[in-house]
């Protein structure tokens, strides 16, 4: 069974550093792009970029770009996404998404509720 | 980027009604559009692919239509569980976008 496992919410105060991780299982990870998705309360989705693990090559959104940061480990089919100078408008929930064969998405986490309070 | 415009934003319908929700995007996509549904509180869920296929599991009352910059999610026979938040979004360029969503409502 595809899955892809969030991390557990997040409360930080403005100014930190946050990690999300988002671990794949039931396929191959390192031959899926996994894409970030973030939904601020009661707002719809946004694309923030994707990554493949295979080789970490990345693409951002131009709104998220400088902002956040894509990282993976294939050795433990983990994807990453960091956020860092957090402020309160980046409290939201962020879903990590993978892209299948047919390049669309096919399956998301759980999704990971970050808190932000200045 | 590509502007993905859905219509109209929220609608009531009954159940064992049909409901068409209309997606726009700003240029030519050709066939490179996914539809999604969410629940509150819940991940959105994969329902579409390339335009009109359906995902694994997704019932056959979820039709997709469309190419190039025109596209429709249809429903037939609407269920509760139908009730939900539907969301399209373009894979051809990136940045790849989201439109801002179509509420279904139980009137």
């Known amino acids: 069974e595809v899955q892809l496992v969030q991390s557990g919410a997040e409360v930080k105060k403005a100014g930190e550093s946050l990690k999300i991780s988002c671990k794949g299982s039931?396929?191959?990870?390192?031959?899926?792009?996994i894409a970030w998705v973030r939904q601020k309360p009661g707002k719809g989705l946004e694309w923030m970029g994707v990554?493949?693990?295979?080789?970490?090559?990345?693409r951002y959104s131009p709104s998220f770009q400088g902002q956040v940061v894509f990282s993976a480990d294939k050795s433990i089919s983990t994807a990453y996404l960091q956020l860092n100078s957090l402020r309160p408008s980046d409290t939201a929930m962020y879903y990590c998404a993978r892209q299948g064969s047919s390049w669309s998405i096919d399956q998301w986490g759980q999704g990971t509720q970050v808190t932000v309070s200045s | 980027d590509i502007q993905m415009t859905q219509s109209p934003s929220s609608l009531s319908a009954s159940v064992g009604d049909s409901v068409t929700i209309t997606c726009r995007a700003s240029q030519d996509i050709s066939n490179y559009l996914a539809w999604f549904q969410q629940k509150p509180g819940k991940a959105p869920k994969s329902l579409i692919y390339a335009a009109s296929s359906l995902q694994g599991g997704v019932p056959s009352s979820f039709s997709g239509s469309g190419s190039g910059t025109d596209f429709t999610l249809t429903i037939s026979n609407l269920q509760p569980e139908d009730f939900a938040t539907y969301y399209c979004?373009?894979?051809?360029?990136?940045?790849?976008?989201f439109g801002q969503g179509t509420k279904v409502e139980i009137k």
């Open positions: 979004q373009q894979y051809n360029l990136y940045p790849y976008t």
């Open positions: 039931g396929f191959r990870f390192s031959n899926h792009w």
């Open positions: 990554i493949y693990p295979g080789d970490s090559d990345t």
